[in-house]
């Protein structure tokens, strides 16, 4: 039998515009589509109607599927000849975890190609009106996880980040935010740090608090923000009162549509 092949895929941000053409295309000549729980399942729709589709998202604490049983499907149905569409939010290669599904693709043999999406550290940022680099403000951004692989030593360089890096993107990081608010401080980013915290980021539900690095823990706590989130950190936050678009467009559509009604 011939070998089938394996798509690794970026869905982008949220919004399901975002996702590349080839990233469609990939979605489009599947035969199976492994997705995550932070796809944005409308673009499942383009899938082919006999597709199989595979849930194998990953909430907070909780495992629905563990990332050797989604290597192991990667390659049982590519020896079975079929096209295979690993489907991931963000960018494949940004926290995405794969680096380790290509390495498991390589191990067994079977070709594979990478799709990268659009990362939810600079689209996020961008629909809440905040651009990670600005000639006035920032010459450099990290992306960051907020979480440790469990049982894993700490090993973010705070010091650097804290005085080396203009703009900080910190995926994952509500749960943590206490401990790195503190680490940033204790290395010397200014407590008064502008710091925007974006919810659902480039979908109808992207909520945006802004704070600084002293009271952020307390607002985000205040306004009941959760996961998925994406925290800024960084005087980039400060042009988002002047440029922010996202939110205002969609006041104005629901201005609109009650108006119709």
Known sequence: MKMGKVYLVGAGPGDPELITVKGLKCIQQ???????RL???????????????????????????????????????????KTVVRLKGGDPFVFGRGGEEAEALVKHGIEFEIVPGITSGIAAAAYAGIPVT???????????TGHKREGSKEDLKWESLAKGIDTLAI??????????????????KAPSTPVAVIQWGTTAEQRTVTATLATVADVVAQEKIEN????????????????????QLLAKQ??????AL
Not at 30 to 36: E, G, K, R, S, T
Not at 134 to 144: L, M, P, Q
Not at 174 to 186: A, M, T
């Open 254 to 259: 629901t201005a609109v549509a009650n108006t």
């Open 134 to 144: 600005h000639r006035d403000f920032s010459s450099s951004v990290a992306f960051i």
């Open 171 to 188: 995926y994952m990081g509500i749960s943590n935010l206490p401990y790195i608010r503190d680490q940033l401080i204790k290395y010397g």
């Open 39 to 81: 796809i944005n399942e409308e673009l499942l729709s383009y899938a082919k109607k006999d597709a199989e589709l595979i849930f194998c998202g990953k909430l907070p604490g909780y495992h629905t599927m563990q990332q050797e049983t989604i290597n192991h499907f990667l390659v049982r149905h590519a020896k079975k000849g």
């Open 228 to 247: 998925p989130s994406m925290i800024i950190i960084g005087d980039v936050v400060k042009l988002r009162e002047n440029i922010q678009w996202f939110e």
């Open 30 to 36: 599947a035969d199976v589509i492994l997705y995550d």
